[in-house]
């Protein structure tokens, strides 16, 4: 390339463009392709301005993938996490603006006023955002954070597998009666319970549900996931990645202290509420679901429910054990061979 020639020498000429207008059917934009013999496409205004590219692979996705979670006009769902403290306003404004399909306020301590009025401001300048309010784990956090005008509200203190939230501070509620009475304090508002944290199996899923939640939030289930943050590791011959979380010094330090009602980043003023860690490479995510999936289903099959809301409203829990416990886990026996669904430890 002579880099003293002018960029219109080798840019492809108008007339040879392949252009599509913006919301052109799928049909019409494939006939093009086929036509012309490309496999990308420019997406144009009316006035001719570039605003986007379809390619081959594109259409390909979306017959691979049937079941992503898209909005009208077929694009992603994105969501996005804010906290309640100051400088938050233009974050919200600026994810707003971009399009944020659902609004996450969060905080470790929903139950406060902070949390509260930025969730009532937040709803009085934008009254059909998709809100949820969290995290909280008592029947009164849960109204408190649907009174303020939330959409959704996420449930868990301390249940997560990095969060050492209960043992610091002494403060927290076991994950299943959180949910349950977060559901039951919300009965007939409309308002859906999110479980954060717990998740170890796909059984865990079901309980949740089970429970009266319509969706969980897991993180360390797809922390040592190809897709997952982190460089992979060898240790002892084995591949892991690191995995913090949100509590953590580290974590804090780079920017979540405020999640924790913690202003000072310096590491030794910090007050952590999780640990930095590391878990066995799993692979591929899309494995990870099809597993998580596939257990939930199998759940549905034996209890007898042909939907989530039906699991929801359905199923009963019965009391066991220690001895329980034990017995429903692998007994008298020594793994040799990992099963892709059950794995104990890290």
């Given at each position: ?8 020498v080798?840019?492809?000429p ?14 019409v ?6 036509e012309?013999r490309v496999?990308?496409?420019l ?5 001719f ?11 390909q996705?979306?017959?691979?993938k049937?079941?992503a ?11 996005a ?33 902070g ?15 998709q ?6 784990a008592?029947a009164?956090?849960a109204r408190a954070l649907?009174e ?22 002494g ?8 949910v349950?009475d ?5 009965e007939?508002?409309?308002?859906p ?32 996931t ?6 992979i590791?060898l240790y002892?011959g ?5 995995y913090?979380?949100?509590g953590s010094l580290?974590?804090?330090?780079k920017?979540?202290?405020?999640r924790?009602?913690q202003s ?6 910090l007050v ?7 878990v ?11 597993q ?7 759940c ?18 019965v009391r066991?054990?220690g001895a ?15 099963s892709?669904?059950y794995?104990l430890?890290?």
């Amino acid at each position: 390339t002579d880099l003293n020639q002018p960029v219109s020498v080798y840019m492809t000429p108008k007339e040879r463009l392949v252009t599509v207008r913006e919301g052109e059917a799928r049909e019409v934009v494939l006939a093009k392709m086929h036509e012309k013999r490309v496999e990308k496409a420019l997406v144009v205004d009316d006035e001719f301005h570039l605003i986007g590219m379809i390619t081959v692979k594109d259409f390909q996705k979306a017959e691979r993938k049937p079941n992503a979670c898209k909005d009208e006009q077929g694009r992603l769902r994105v969501g996005a996490a804010v906290g309640a403290g100051a400088g938050n306003e233009e974050r919200v404004d600026a994810l707003v603006a971009a399009g944020v399909d659902v609004l996450l306020i969060d905080s470790s301590h929903g139950h406060s006023e902070g949390v509260l009025q930025r969730i009532r401001e937040t709803r009085a300048k934008y009254p059909d955002l998709q809100i949820i309010g969290g995290n909280v784990a008592t029947a009164a956090g849960a109204r408190a954070l649907a009174e303020a005008g939330c959409s959704a509200v996420k449930v868990g203190i301390g249940p997560g597998s990095i969060c050492t939230t209960r043992i610091v501070t002494g403060v927290g509620v076991p994950q299943i009666t959180a949910v349950a009475d977060a559901v039951e304090a919300l009965e007939g508002t409309g308002i859906p319970v999110i479980a954060d944290g717990g998740i170890r199996f796909s059984g865990d899923i079901a309980k949740a549900i089970a429970a009266g939640a319509s969706a969980v939030m897991v993180g360390s289930m797809l922390a040592g996931t190809e897709e997952s943050p982190g460089e992979i590791e060898l240790y002892q011959g084995r591949s892991y990645k690191s995995y913090r979380g949100m509590g953590s010094l580290g974590a804090m330090s780079k920017g979540s202290s405020d999640r924790y009602f913690q202003s000072d980043n310096a590491a030794d003023k910090l007050v952590p509420e999780g640990i930095e860690g590391r878990v066995a490479y799993k692979g591929r995510l899309k494995e990870i679901i099809h597993q998580q999936m596939g257990g939930l289903r199998s759940c549905m099959g034996l209890t007898g429910c042909g939907t989530i809301d039906e699991l929801r409203t359905k199923a009963e829990f019965v009391r066991i054990s220690g001895a329980g416990i034990q017995e429903s886990h692998v007994h008298d026996v020594t793994i040799t061979k990992e099963s892709p669904n059950y794995r104990l430890g890290s």
